[in-house]
């Protein structure tokens, strides 16, 4: 026969293979009564049809354990001597003394439910969380529903390592249900289980192959994450599943890696867009109604963003991808492609303005507008701001502040076009267009007379709706035009008006981030899609020529591969010299900038606002200035502030300044306060503000004319 000691485990640490349910007996109510209820919810628990899964937790904090092990023994004496009772093969029951509140939390994560005791002791122990069942209740319930609440509840606060246990515990009782793979993908990517996230992801799909929304993760992730023909091939198979499905059919066709292993790998996915794109074109119906609505989900869903990152004139493709999107809006929306007569400009009548954006927040491709609407002249115009995305903060409540009229319109593409409509505009503007699939589909509609884009994504849209680009005379080479299928329009000077950025002091040290006060940091902030291959070699060079150096990479850790080859091509180890840092908030980031000693931009399309920030810091910027004015951005920045030492012609002088940097100091100081001195030359500029608002004016004044 068991023994009543064997039936009782005595541990603060549960079963986490096993359902865990809590009680709390009040140890103080009369033996007799308590004996009674101790019993009766042991029988209840053991009666469970899955109590052999169970693990029954009986606290006893606040109460002498010797007496708290006597009574239960007690308890199942009579429960093992009861002729109709057999608890010997039930669940498991372990008695619980105190527990402090760090030891409560992590138990707490493995409990799945408690019991409601006629009288209880809670004593400090926070349980809200817990769900609370009666006796009867929790007869009735199943071992699913106990391990999906708990799970759910450890995946709303976020703790993905026990949430996981419980999503596995669920699949294991071959329970097949596409919330819990939602979640276990979820938990698994945000705990950084690579392994276990494709795999867990590959199996949804193949027990869900209809569902577009788990194949659409798998392709974006995979080119993210460098897996580019994983990407490819995944997408050709979401189309055979789901051949209705339009997203499907853009990203079989237009999908470009987001970073290149190898300089060929450029043109030969170039030439497979190039084609890919001629096919979708030809492939593209819009006769009936389901195939309007398709392809209208299909180009909100996703842009061509990393095609321009290939360092090559993007005009011709852009046109054929702009056309086919304004296509697509004009077949689901005719009442709103129409070409619209300029409004009549009445004495003492303002011209109305308006920004359209889903990013009227803290965003490195909209915060400069906020110098356009902070000196705008009032008196000439009238500012409508539409913000189409749904993260407001600070820099938002600027926008409205700034703005005579500030609609906010989250995810509805009709709402934010009958506002627009409505306000009756002279001129529309769009930050950016290429960042955003709402945005891009909204840009494919005429909804004022004229329609600009400015350089917030700096690629033309090929978009035959969008008249102008409004770029910056010191960013655009000679023969600028030939790159956009829009009017170029030249601002002063930079083009926008960019707040000066608030810099903290020096809070923190280099060991605060595992780096050494002798290394010559040469900061490297910038996107992994912004690193090309062919110039990989430039951070072994240096590297070759400065001993100290450490590049510190903030984002870069897709590089990894590419730069290991690099430096072996000089029998250096990349390790010895790359640094990869995760920065997730802005004061760190702000503090590595201010750490550093030099700042390397990115060859054909280099910083914008990482460049802005890094000249607020004071940091030296070296910098090439490419064929594209996504290439010349820090170039023009440098020559706005007239520190123009560090701009380099080409690849070689790039190393030459990028290597004097390193080895000299007294230089490298020399030109961090020549920075300092010239700030008011590049923030806060107004020069461009009233070339832009005279461009307003004088484009108004033409269309009233004609």
């Known amino acids: ?196 996230y494709y795999r867990t992801l590959h199996q949804a799909i193949a027990l869900y192959p209809t569902e577009g929304s788990l194949h659409f993760l798998l392709i974006i992730d995979l080119r993210r994450n460098g897996r580019i023909k994983e990407a490819i091939d995944s997408a050709e198979n979401a189309c055979k599943s789901i051949p209705e499905d339009y997203t499907f059919k853009l990203l079989k066709y237009l999908t470009v890696p987001s970073i290149y292993e190898h300089k060929d790998e450029i043109s030969f996915y170039r030439q497979r867009y190039i084609q890919g794109l001629k096919d979708l074109i030809a492939q593209t119906s819009l006769h009936t109604s389901e ?57 003492q009548q303002r011209i109305r303005i308006g920004y359209v954006s889903h990013y009227l927040h803290s965003y490195s491709g909209t915060l400069w507008l906020t110098g356009w609407l902070r000196y705008c002249n009032h008196q000439l115009f009238e500012i409508y701001c539409y913000y189409t995305g749904n993260d407001p903060d600070p820099v938002t409540q600027q926008f409205q502040d700034y703005s005579d009229t500030f609609h906010h319109i989250p995810h509805n593409l009709p709402g934010v076009c009958e506002q627009i409509i409505a306000d009756n505009l002279h001129i529309l503007v769009f930050p950016e267009i290429g960042m955003d699939p709402q945005t891009m589909q909204i840009a494919g509609l005429r909804l004022a007379p004229l329609q600009c884009v400015a350089w917030g994504h700096p690629v033309t849209t090929g978009l035959p709706t969008i008249d102008y680009f409004l770029s910056s005379e010191l960013m655009e080479p000679e023969n600028a035009q030939e790159h956009y299928s829009e009017k170029l329009i030249r601002l002063p000077n930079i083009g926008v008006s960019y707040p000066k950025p608030y810099i903290p002091p020096i809070i923190k040290t280099r060991s605060d981030f595992q780096l050494s006060d002798d290394a010559v940091i040469y900061l490297c902030c910038q996107a992994p899609f912004k690193y090309l291959p062919q110039y990989d070699f430039i951070f072994a060079e240096i590297a070759s020529r400065v001993p100290q150096a450490k590049f510190v990479f903030l984002r870069g850790t897709l590089l990894q591969q590419r730069l290991k080859r690099a430096f072996a091509a000089i ?105 300092s001195q010239r700030h008011h030359l590049l923030f806060d500029d107004q020069v461009c503000v009233a070339g832009l608002e005279a461009f307003y004016q004088l484009i108004v004044e033409q269309e009233q004319v004609t």
């Not at 969380?129 to 007869?139: K, L, N, Q, R, S």
């Not at 199943?142 to 669920?170: C, M, V």
């Not at 180890?573 to 390397?600: A, T, W």
């Not at 200035?625 to 030492?645: A, C, I, N, Q």
Request: charged share 20%; glycine share 2%; with cysteine.
């Open 1 to 196: 026969m068991i023994t009543t000691e064997e039936l009782i485990h005595e541990s603060c640490i549960v079963n986490i293979t096993n359902i865990n349910v809590i009680i709390f007996p009040d140890w103080s109510e009369p033996e007799e009564s308590l004996c009674l209820n101790l019993e009766r919810i042991i029988q209840a628990v053991n009666n469970h049809p899955d109590s052999n899964q169970i693990t029954l937790i009986i606290d006893s904090s606040n109460f002498p354990e010797d007496i708290a092990n006597l009574v239960l023994s007690s308890v199942l004496m009579n429960l093992l001597m009861a002729d109709d009772t057999d608890i010997s093969t039930g669940c498991e029951i372990s008695l619980l003394s105190n527990l402090d509140a760090y030891q409560w939390e992590i138990m707490a994560a493995q409990i799945h439910a408690r019991i409601i005791l006629n009288e209880e002791n809670l004593v400090d122990l926070p349980t809200d969380d817990i769900p609370a069942y009666t006796v009867d209740e929790f007869c009735n319930i199943s071992i699913f529903q106990l391990i999906w609440y708990l799970a759910n509840r450890l995946f709303q606060k976020e703790q993905w390592r026990d949430a996981i246990a419980q999503y596995e515990k669920l699949l294991e009782l071959q329970v097949n249900n596409l919330e819990i793979y939602w979640n276990l993908i979820h938990c698994y990517r945000n705990y950084n289980l690579t392994d276990e």
């Open 291 to 347: 195939e309007k609505n398709n392809a209208l989900a299909g180009i909100g869903r996703l842009t061509n963003f990393y095609l321009s990152y290939q360092a090559q004139n993007d005009r011709d493709l852009q046109s054929q991808y702009g056309q086919l999107v304004h296509e697509v809006m004009a077949a689901n929306y005719p009442q709103w492609v129409a070409p619209l007569s300029m409004p009549n400009l009445q004495p």
């Open 571 to 675: 029998n250096l180890n990349s390790e010895d010299y790359c640094v990869f840092l995760s920065i997730p908030e802005r004061l760190d980031y702000l503090m590595i900038n201010l750490l550093s000693d030099v700042y390397l931009d990115t060859f054909t399309w280099s910083g914008g606002n990482t460049t802005l920030e890094a000249i607020a810091c004071n940091l030296p910027i070296v910098t090439c200035p490419g064929e594209f004015m996504r290439g010349r951005h820090s170039d023009s920045f440098l020559k706005m502030l007239e520190v123009t030492d560090t701009i380099a012609e080409n690849e070689a002088e790039y190393i030459d300044i990028a290597v004097k940097l390193g080895l000299n100091p007294t230089w490298r100081n020399n030109i961090a306060e020549q920075m």
